[in-house]
């Protein structure tokens, strides 16, 4: 019997040969998590480690390290005697991760009204007119990369990179359940909470800034309840 062409699994995942940036085992845990969070990979899904080194063009060390840290995160649990599996997502840990998103992100939301420099709101004003665009031209997949951009630029323009640290590792297990919820509708209700959230910044009025961030991310929320019920094969119950 032919052996199986390890080449023709994971067709999403592409070669780190020639890479200028960044150590193997980093570009490796990139590319996996990045892959787990776009649902490129099934929850419930078990990961087939040599077809991710044939893919990647690795060796068996970074991948199986890459998958430990992602473990720690809660991406990928390791199933002693079977292999290592893409968690199913739990509504549960979902809900702790939002908690600790929105407790960072209401208090950056209050700091950036009185902090964040004229140059950073013009950042976002050229965010929010690209993610108007995406909109209207149906880009899902340019709009969510909008959607983290306008986040990450009040953490990064602020310059808080142990907040930004926290806030990854919870949105990376928000997120991967976010994509479920990809519609014209739920992007335009984005796009006018976030515009919620620069008026505040704009007016340089930290309470509406909070109170902005706190109802946007409670929609999300509310969104994500309503969508597990939906998809009990992704979602674990509580």
């Known amino acids: 019997m032919q052996a199986p062409d390890n080449n023709s699994k994971y067709t999403f995942l592409s070669r780190l040969e020639h890479r200028p940036r960044g150590s193997t085992l980093e570009q490796v845990e990139q590319s996996l998590r990045t892959s787990i969070i776009s649902l490129d990979f099934t929850p419930g899904e078990l990961i087939d480690k040599r077809a991710v ?5 690795v060796s ?3 991948v199986s390290e890459a998958l430990a840290r992602l473990a720690v995160e809660g991406l990928v649990e390791v199933l002693p005697q079977r292999g290592t ?3 199913r ?3 549960r840990v979902i809900r702790e991760f939002m908690l600790i998103r929105q407790a960072l992100e209401e208090l950056v939301a209050a700091t950036a009204a009185h902090r964040l420099s004229p140059s950073a709101l013009d950042v976002l004003r050229s965010n929010l007119r690209a993610q108007e665009q995406a909109v209207a031209r149906k880009d899902p997949l340019g709009f969510h990369n909008l959607d983290l951009a306008f ?7 602020l310059e808080l990179p142990r907040i930004a640290a926290i806030i990854e590792v919870s949105r990376a297990n928000i997120d991967r ?4 919820l990809s519609s014209p509708r739920r992007h335009m209700a984005t796009l006018i909470e976030h515009r919620e959230v620069l008026h505040a ?6 309470e509406a800034a909070r109170r ?3 109802t946007h991310l409670e929609a999300v929320m509310e969104e994500l309840e309503r969508v597990s019920g939906q998809n009990p094969k992704i979602f674990t119950p509580d």
Do not use: Q, S, W, Y
């Open 53 to 57: 080194c044939a893919r990647l063009g």
């Open 60 to 62: 068996m060390f970074p």
């Open 85 to 87: 599996r893409v968690t």
């Open 89 to 91: 997502i739990h509504l």
């Open 151 to 157: 986040h990450n630029t009040l953490v990064e323009a």
């Open 177 to 180: 359940a976010r994509r479920l």
């Open 201 to 206: 910044l704009e007016v340089r009025d930290a």
């Open 212 to 214: 902005a961030m706190k």
